[in-house]
């Protein structure tokens, strides 16, 4: 049975009651709560910044070995994207709209998400492909590549300084080895990227082969970390502490620019390009952004936006052009659960149906373990990759402005 509750009470979502209150669970250590007592909060951000850098290290037959890999296009984009000054101050006041209990943004006229189509089109990188697989011995076969031996068991990881110098200095005689050390240091410091200086060996495996990068599920690790650690980084285990830091990664610029394309009144006024493909270009070109508004005014921004100027689907053009685009916004109308660097993340689909469709519907609640013990078990065995249709999880008839 479902239906809608008369009057403004809660919703009947099969035999039991549904309110949402569960969506705003232990709301003193959400962020949110933080900022508007204005303690002391900033944000830290984690991405492959040094990448061209690294790059000039390489010898010029390794060079030309990274620009014939069928990933070499994305990771011009991500350089363009790397060079942008990014506004930490700006991330600080729009995560307080983020919700790690449904992985969406709280605005006022609705839910809103970064969509597996959004980081398509703003990266593209493609959700099709083939899995990336951990490797056991990625310890030893990386001390190999490295000409160094390194130790079989490191809780931490690897220090991505021991890389450093391992392109700078160890692997001169083999543009092959260069080029390989190269895109796993890219790798892992942009789609793997996380709050330390380590990485995990284990993923080493992908890096074997340079001829076939271009056909692993990259969208799936670069948005799992970002979206992740989003999550993760809006909750303060203790909200008396003096200081509380947002750690974000995998490429938190990429947040912004989301931004700039769904509420183009918080984009900078001059610096952008006409909108091409990937989307970050029209951003990228420039290394210096003008400045972003303050985070306060952020805050009155959203606040008051008009819901008439939000641009919902800011890539229409890009659906009949691009086949990766079409396959990420069939991805976007599901619910998925991706798996990345760290623990699984869902994506559901079925809350932000204005984004992929043009329709506001209401959603049924989220996965239980979303909400309570964050974790997911062998739950996500069923939804990885498959997904549920987000037509399949939505209250028919129920009222949306209600909702909201």
């Known amino acids: 049975m479902t239906r809608q509750s008369t009057g403004a009470g809660p919703l009947w979502v099969g035999p039991e009651l549904y309110d949402g209150r569960d969506l705003h669970y232990d709301l003193e250590h959400h962020v949110t709560s933080r900022l508007h007592a204005r303690r002391e909060t900033t944000v830290r951000g984690y991405d492959a910044a040094t990448s061209e850098t690294v790059f000039s290290f390489l010898s010029s037959d390794a060079q030309a070995l990274v620009r014939a890999s069928s990933l070499f296009p994305v990771v011009e984009t991500f350089w363009e994207i790397l060079r942008l000054n990014i506004s930490l101050s700006f991330l600080r006041s729009f995560m307080r709209w983020w919700w790690d209990t449904t992985n969406t943004f709280y605005f006022p006229w609705g839910e809103m998400t970064i969509t597996p189509e959004d980081y398509t089109a703003l990266t593209g990188l493609t959700f099709t492909g083939n899995p990336v697989r951990l490797r056991s011995d990625g310890t030893r076969l990386l001390g190999s590549w490295m000409g160094r031996r390194l130790p079989s068991y490191q809780p931490r990881g690897i220090p991505f300084a021991d890389l450093m110098w391992a392109l700078e200095h160890g692997v001169e005689e083999s543009s092959s080895r260069q080029a390989r050390l190269f895109y796993f240091h890219f790798i892992t410091s942009t789609f793997l990227s996380g709050p330390t ?54 490429v938190p610029r990429l947040i912004e620019l989301w931004a700039f394309e769904h509420l183009p009144w918080l984009a900078p006024r001059k610096g952008q390009r006409p909108l091409e493909y990937p989307a970050s270009r029209r951003w990228g070109w420039k290394k210096k952004l003008t400045v972003r508004p303050p985070p306060d005014t952020v805050w009155d921004l959203i606040r008051d936006g008009n819901p008439e100027h939000v641009v919902w689907t800011p890539w229409l053009s890009f659906r009949g052009t691009y086949a990766s685009v079409r396959d990420s916004h069939a991805l976007s109308q599901m619910r998925v659960l991706f798996v990345g660097r760290r623990d699984p993340v869902w994506y559901l689909g079925e809350r932000v149906r204005m984004q992929t469709d043009g329709a506001f519907s209401v959603p049924r609640p989220p996965p239980a373990t979303m909400l309570s013990t964050r974790s997911i078990g062998e739950s996500w065995r069923v939804h990885s990759r498959t997904g549920v249709p987000a037509t399949e999880l939505v209250i028919e008839g129920a009222s949306y402005y209600q909702f909201i």
């Open 197 to 250: 200086d380590t990485f995990d060996p284990r993923w080493i495996g992908m890096v074997e082969d340079l001829s076939t990068l271009g056909d692993y599920r990259w969208g799936d690790l670069g948005y799992a970390t970002l979206v992740g650690q989003m999550s993760l980084a809006v909750r303060d285990s203790d909200p008396s502490r003096r200081h509380f830091v947002i750690t974000l990664a995998g």
